[in-house]
């Protein structure tokens, strides 16, 4: 094999075959998530062998993994990816540019290295995974000392890129391919519990019996069919697509739509910040989301944020310019504090099931 060059390709071959051995398989794994502000919701990761720490937003909308790169000048406060400490790296030549419904966003290029889910004993390994390295951030990024990057935890391919945890899923390093979130409402705190995430299996723990699948319309995102949106005396049967996103603060919709929303609450619309505010004390209509001939009602507590000096807002927004597209309404936060939601990367559904906090 020597004489005839190949020796090294099959050594690094033989290499992964018996690391990816030894990595343990068929796990399910809990993993705490910290609430800042009920805006975000963040987990610890690690990338590299040893492992480097990192803080990252868990997010369904988008389907890349990415930490701040050693020379992303901009991103000096945060935790930053040295792929010179790390003996698994391997470098690609591939680059993205990656942007945000909220205008944030950052340059790209790829890696591959060991990423570790989890602390402990109770955590995924999952090596061979490509990820991305922000070697710039724009200014919305970087003034946000919350996170260090993204988990990405949808479908879609980046460049070929298999996202992390649907590499987890091709190796059988989970148990079942789906994965429970549960998020909880704590108001305006900073870094304080605020959840879990439950890999390869359901969350019988902190949620109730699952209430229904729905089959996935597209699989660019966590995508499903909406019946009708009620609130009070409105209701709108006009059968939108909706999206199941744990990157999104607010739920958001049609312009035209939140504006009736809003008006049979009762709401203060300010032009300036482009949101709608109530009395904190306030006791609103529960808003109604129909899937499948089934109401998952969001009641008033979980729509109103505090947003400090006795101010609240209502978590439901609309795109400034009114643009929309086939992903009409977005459930963020809001509705996942209500229901936790079951993704099914396997069979392509979403599951909803009662928070047992709701």
């Known amino acids: 094999m020597s004489t005839k060059g190949t020796w090294s390709s099959y050594f690094q071959n033989k290499t992964s075959y018996h690391s990816l051995k030894s990595i343990p398989k068929n796990k399910v794994v809990h993993q705490g998530i910290r609430d800042y502000r009920d805006r975000e919701y963040v987990a610890r990761i690690y990338i590299g062998t040893p492992g480097q720490p990192f803080d990252v937003i868990l ?16 991103c000096s406060m945060k935790n930053r990816f040295n792929s010179s400490q790390s003996s698994t790296y391997r470098r690609t030549n591939e680059t993205w540019d990656q942007t945000y419904g909220d205008g944030s966003n950052a340059t790209i290029k790829f890696g591959v290295d060991t990423v570790v889910i989890g602390d402990g004993s109770d955590k995924l390994v999952i090596p061979h995974t490509t990820f991305g390295q922000a070697v710039y951030e724009n200014d919305i990024m970087v003034d946000d000392p919350t996170f260090d990057g993204i988990l990405g935890l949808g479908f879609g391919e980046i460049n070929g890129a298999t996202p992390a945890l649907i590499n987890a899923m091709n190796l059988g ?53 909406l019946d009708s949106i009620n609130l009070g005396g409105y209701i709108d049967k006009s059968s939108w697509q909706a999206i199941s996103d744990t990157g999104s603060s607010d739920i958001y919709g049609p312009k035209h739509i939140v504006q009736r929303l809003a008006k049979e609450a009762g709401l203060r619309y300010s032009n300036s910040t482009d949101r709608y505010y109530v009395d904190c004390d306030a006791d609103l209509p529960t808003l109604n989301f129909v899937i499948g001939g089934i109401t998952y009602g969001i009641p008033s507590e979980q729509l109103i944020i505090d947003v400090e000096n006795g101010q609240c ?12 597209s086939s992903n009409e309404w977005i459930l963020g936060d809001p509705f996942i504090r209500q229901f936790c939601n079951i993704y099914d990367l396997r069979n392509k559904r979403i599951g909803f099931a009662q928070s047992k906090d709701s």
């Open 173 to 225: 390093i989970i148990k079942d391919a789906i994965f429970t979130i549960y998020l909880q409402k704590r108001g305006y705190y900073d870094n304080v519990t605020g959840g879990s995430i439950t890999y390869g299996d359901l969350d019988k723990t902190h949620c109730g019996p699952v209430i229904a699948y729905y089959p996935l319309t597209s699989t660019n995102f966590f995508q499903f069919k």
């Open 313 to 324: 807002r209502w978590a439901v927004s609309s795109n400034s310019d009114g643009s929309t």
């Open 59 to 74: 997010d369904t909308g988008s389907s890349n993994l990415w930490v701040p790169d050693i020379h992303c000048r901009s």
